[in-house]
């Protein structure tokens, strides 16, 4: 009996879909992950040229994508609840988007002749309650030589500030106590975390979005 329940068990196992699994596991050609701690995920994404992954989960909550190159379409083939094709529109290196929502189960499929690169930064902290996020954040040019801070979103949850400095020139980050901060480097999506209570000078040419953490884990 107990070698046909272990037999039953490896079936079952083996007809588990995708969807059920980390796509860090499952696709690691497509997803790496980058950071990982007690705030937040960040998973670097790859959909090569002409891409088709299988499908995959996300986990439900809080997500700010950063968009590291001009990239195309992807479309996005959702099941379950959300049973249809959503199409992402065409996107601009440095920018970013804000969203929340459920779970999503769904395949990628990347048809344009060039890749799309960019973060997937999942925050484990709590969020703010109300309706669906969904907030769409345009690169942004200062004047050659400018150095300036300008933030472009905050809430409950996180605030999003993009610092851009000039050849040469300084600019200072500070942190409040307990409340700490993701900075990436754009356009090379590189990650610093920040403590909070920390100060941190950043030396110029350079450009970098800091996502303040507002709100404790989970």
């Not at 969203?99 to 925050?123: K, Q, V």
């Not at 004047?143 to 851009?164: E, Y």
């Not at 400095?165 to 920040?194: E, H, N």
Request: no cysteine; charged share 20%; net charge positive.
């Amino acid at each position: 009996m107990s070698r046909l329940l272990v037999a039953a068990a490896l079936v079952a196992g083996a007809v588990l879909p995708i969807s059920a699994q980390d796509p860090t596991k499952t696709l690691p050609e497509a997803y790496k992950v980058q950071l990982d701690n007690s705030h937040l995920r960040v998973v670097r994404v790859h959909y090569a040229a002409g891409a088709k992954l299988p499908e995959h989960e996300h986990p439900a909550g809080t997500t700010v994508y950063v968009y590291l190159n001009d990239s195309e379409g992807v479309v996005f083939a959702h099941s379950g609840r959300s049973n249809r094709a959503v199409t992402r529109p065409p996107v601009k290196a440095r920018s970013a988007r804000i969203a929340s929502g459920p779970e999503e189960h769904h395949t990628a499929e990347n048809p344009a002749s060039t890749p799309s690169d960019f973060l997937r930064i999942w925050l484990k902290t709590e969020a703010e309650a109300g309706p669906r996020l969904m907030r769409r954040i345009p690169p942004d040019d200062l004047p050659p030589g400018a150095t300036g801070g300008t933030t472009h979103f905050v809430n409950k949850q996180l605030r999003l500030t993009r610092h851009i400095i000039a050849d040469r020139a300084q600019s200072g980050i500070k942190t409040p106590r307990y409340q700490p901060a993701l900075l990436v480097s754009l356009p090379s999506g590189d990650t610093q975390w920040i403590e909070g209570g920390k100060e941190l000078v950043l030396t110029g040419p350079g450009e970098y979005l800091q996502i303040d953490l507002l709100t404790a884990p989970k």
